[in-house]
């Protein structure tokens, strides 16, 4: 209730200048504002001084108007630019935790080249020779050119504790800012969370992951060829649609 009649008070003051606006054409057709046979203030006649009374109160209201507008405006584009950069901040990291084994993969294959995580970019992940190192990892096997502190297990666990973590991320931003995700970026964050081929990590499943049996090396115990690239590239849509997002207007 409170809220109503908040709106039917700014309305109101919005169409104050407009009132006054409409009196003081009034008082103009009628004419008769001022008496010359008198002096002062007294040579305002009644018409006169509601014209000069509406004149007055439309300035007043105008720049109150204007001036409440433009605090609004800075309020509005202050809580946008906030909730923006939550959210880039939050994608940010679900992505950098979907990409963390893939990244582990680039150095511990480039040992020779050791490269920071934030320098491996996805297009570099996604390079023939890059894939390629990473579906033969052995997923039973751990990294073998460096010693991760503290220990985080095999390749499987590394996968299934990043991709866990990075998903639950993406799920909470998709169902707490739904309202502040364009189409494109709710869409392709639906489509790595539903379609993902490693997704089966983040849900306890197996489907999609590749499981050890007995009769099989080590070496051989990876993912299936081609799941890597599927996912990668749907990590970039995400990261690409996040950087074009455009937050809808707030109420």
């Not at 009649?5 to 009628?30: M, Q, W």
């Not at 507008?69 to 979907?98: C, F, G, T, Y």
């Not at 169902?175 to 869409?187: A, I, R, V």
Request: hydrophobic share 40%; glycine share 6%.
């Amino acid at each position: 209730m409170f809220i109503t009649f908040s709106k039917y008070l700014e309305t109101f003051i919005d169409h104050i200048p407009a009132i006054s606006g409409f009196i003081i054409g009034c008082c103009a057709i009628f004419g008769n504002t001022w008496d010359k046979s008198k002096t002062g203030w007294r040579r305002l006649t009644r018409t006169g001084f509601l014209t000069l009374s509406a004149l007055i109160i439309g300035a007043i209201f105008s720049v109150v108007t204007t001036v409440y507008s433009n605090n609004k405006k800075e309020k509005v584009d202050a809580h946008r630019s906030e909730v923006s950069k939550m959210i880039q901040d939050d994608i940010r990291i679900s992505i950098n935790e979907l990409l963390n084994p893939f990244i582990l993969i680039y150095n511990d294959t480039h040992a020779e080249n050791y490269k920071p995580g934030d320098v491996v970019t996805i297009d570099m992940l996604l390079e023939e020779d890059s894939l390629k190192k990473s579906q033969e990892v052995c997923l039973d096997m751990r990294p073998t050119n460096f010693t991760l502190i503290p220990d985080q297990g095999t390749w499987r666990e590394i996968f299934k504790d990043s991709i866990t973590k990075g998903a639950s991320r993406l799920e909470q931003l998709r169902l707490m800012q739904n309202q502040n995700l364009s189409s494109e970026l709710m869409g392709n964050i639906r489509e790595l969370l539903v379609r993902g081929p490693l997704i089966g990590y983040a849900r306890n499943q197996s489907s999609n992951i590749v499981k050890k049996d007995r009769m099989i090396p080590d070496c051989f115990v990876g993912h299936a060829i081609g799941a890597h690239k599927e996912f990668l590239e749907m990590i970039k849509k995400i990261s690409d649609a996040s950087k074009n997002n455009v937050l809808y207007p707030f109420q």
